[in-house]
């Protein structure tokens, strides 16, 4: 069965510091690998990876895929309370029994003043 | 450019009593669509998916159920709710033939008492 696994499951820091979230999957046909950020309502997309060794980068986040890891992480420098949310690793596999969207269950971070 | 509504946006509902959550999609034409569950905190559990017009797969056993009438449009529905099926259901849609991301829609946070 395919699977996603993030880890740590919740994450407290303090503002400032940086922090490293890590998603595992074991798929079969694997697509693209995405991430979100979720705070009191809808997760809202912040990057899609597709191709090993690319980072793709948005102001303090950046993310980077390794397909021969089967792994993803997601760094956020210089953390602000703002990034206080529920980040979300999703696998996008081809065919599949699971609706081709897997999610892990999240990493809950809660950055203090 | 794609556009998910979803309502209501929360509902309190008694045990026992029927449901609808409706979502429909503007923008876009034969999407994969998604139902999922989230209980406060966590991640996202996939209840139904739907790759046409009454094709509805379901993924974890329940008393709910999901059609999809028309192309852009997806119901979730209980003929007699559970205080277990409080949480707050979301629904989402991506591209079938194309790698980009899921969008989701705003929410609808359902409390039964």
């Known amino acids: 069965e395919d699977k996603v696994v993030q880890s740590p499951l919740s994450l407290v820091v303090h503002e400032g510091d940086t922090v490293t979230l890590n998603c595992s999957y074991e798929?079969?046909?694997?697509?693209?690998l995405l991430w979100y950020k979720q705070e009191k309502k809808a997760p809202t997309f912040l990057f899609m990876l597709t191709s090993s060794g690319i980072e793709k980068k948005s102001g303090r986040l950046s993310s980077i895929l390794d397909k021969k890891e089967l792994s993803s992480i997601l760094n956020i420098t210089a953390t602000q309370t703002g990034d206080s949310a529920i980040y979300l690793c999703?696998?996008?596999?081809?065919?599949?029994?699971?609706?081709?969207?897997?999610f892990g269950k999240g990493t809950k971070l809660s950055v203090k003043p | 450019s794609q556009t998910i509504h979803q309502w209501p946006a929360t509902l309190v509902q008694p045990v026992g009593s029927p449901l609808s959550l409706e979502c429909t999609v503007e923008g876009t034409s034969n999407p994969n669509l998604y139902w999922y569950r989230q209980a406060a905190g966590r991640g996202l559990q996939l209840l139904f998916y739907?790759?046409?017009?009454?094709?509805i797969s379901s993924e974890v056993p329940q008393n709910l159920s999901a059609s999809r009438p028309q192309d852009r449009q997806f119901i979730l529905s209980s003929k007699k709710l559970l205080l277990s099926d409080s949480g707050f259901y979301l629904c989402a849609n991506k591209l079938r033939d194309r790698v980009t991301e899921a969008f989701f829609g705003q929410g609808t946070r359902l409390t039964v008492v």
């Open positions: 739907s790759v046409g017009i009454g094709q």
């Open positions: 999703a696998v996008e596999v081809y065919g599949g029994s699971q609706g081709n969207l897997i």
């Open positions: 798929v079969t046909n694997f697509r693209s």
